[in-house]
């Protein structure tokens, strides 16, 4: 996601956490309904969110162009983490 304040546009990055809650508050703004973990519970803990009875295909399927563009830019970013994290393990 860039925006003028977002740390890609910063040179700096997200932790692997925040990225994931990024992502998924995409889906949860249109009512995802999640699993029972940590992303239930954030979500749960936030004012705007509201579960939608609609299945979550209707739900992933009501995503902007817009929303899914941001969403694959945080998945890139998100295996960029996870081969750098892959490498360090390898090279300690």
Known sequence: IKTATSPANRGGSWPALTLRIARNEIFARHGYRFGPDELERHFAAQSWYSVSDAPPRAVVEALSKT??????????????????????????
Not at 69 to 78: A, G, H, K, S, Y
């Open 67 to 92: 929303e899914w563009n941001n969403i694959v830019l945080i998945q890139r970013r998100e295996a960029q983490l996870r081969r750098s994290g892959s490498r360090e393990r390898r090279t300690a």
